[in-house]
């Protein structure tokens, strides 16, 4: 069974469009991510999520919105899509308590804006 | 703000040859530090990491250890092969910021036969 399972693994979808990328862990971990992986292959984290409290990186435009159903889930929403939207996007999850934790990641979804 | 930088690559290197990535990270008091590595088409993987100063982590023949007077965690391995070939990322969780990940920029290293 996979750990951490995203989808779709490839999206292409055309500006001012709205999308969504699902994810799902298994491990009964409480905290939930998103980072953001552009072509250079840089990372950033986009969000954090248990269910106590979402963290926002600053950085994140509010057309991106994290939408969780259960503690097993954390979907990116995503308005009005622009050519710059276009990267891989990880969901990880790790245990929310604990010094130096693991991540564990997600295949990741490669979303291109046409 | 917290940051890491690590060398850029490609770095090439013919099999069996020693590996070293240079990683050093800017954080207050005591981060966690971490190698992730990424295969092509897949997502990140931990590779290991050290929670406190002095602390070497170390798996599948790579090393690296947690060196606070000159804020570097460097990864080391004696004898790389082919199947190493993929993007290495240093990373840092610290100390007041829950457990969220702040990468460097990836190096990527290629093992030639």
């Known amino acids: 069974d996979t750990a951490v399972s995203q989808t779709p693994k490839y999206l292409v979808t055309q500006m001012g469009n709205d999308k969504s990328i699902k994810c799902e862990q298994n491990l009964g971990h409480d905290t939930m991510y998103w980072y953001k992986q552009d072509s250079k292959k840089f990372l950033k984290i986009m969000f954090s999520?248990?269910?106590?409290?979402?963290?926002i990186n600053e950085t994140v435009p509010n057309r991106f919105s994290p939408k969780s159903p259960d503690k097993a889930h954390l979907n990116l929403h995503i308005n009005s899509l622009e050519l710059g939207d276009s990267a891989v996007y990880f969901c990880?999850?790790?245990?929310?308590?604990?010094?130096?934790?693991?991540?564990?990641f997600g295949q990741g979804t490669r979303l291109t804006v046409v | 703000g917290d940051s890491v930088t690590q060398m850029e690559g490609p770095v090439t290197l013919s099999e069996e040859a020693f590996l070293t990535i240079n990683c050093t990270y800017t954080?207050?008091?005591?981060?966690?530090l971490f190698w992730y590595v990424q295969y092509p088409g897949e997502g990140l993987q931990l590779l290991l990491k050290?929670?406190?100063?002095?602390d070497k982590g170390s798996n599948k023949g790579f090393e690296a250890t947690y060196r606070k007077e000159t804020t570097s965690f460097h990864l080391e391995k004696g004898s790389v092969q082919v199947s190493d070939s993929a993007v290495y990322f240093c990373a840092l969780i610290p100390n007041n910021a829950g457990n969220m990940l702040t990468f460097g920029g990836g190096t990527r290293l290629m093992v030639k036969p």
């Open positions: 999520y248990n269910n106590k409290e979402l963290i």
């Open positions: 050290a929670t406190k100063a002095d």
């Open positions: 990880a999850s790790s245990r929310g308590e604990g010094r130096g934790t693991e991540a564990f």
């Open positions: 954080a207050t008091g005591y981060p966690s």
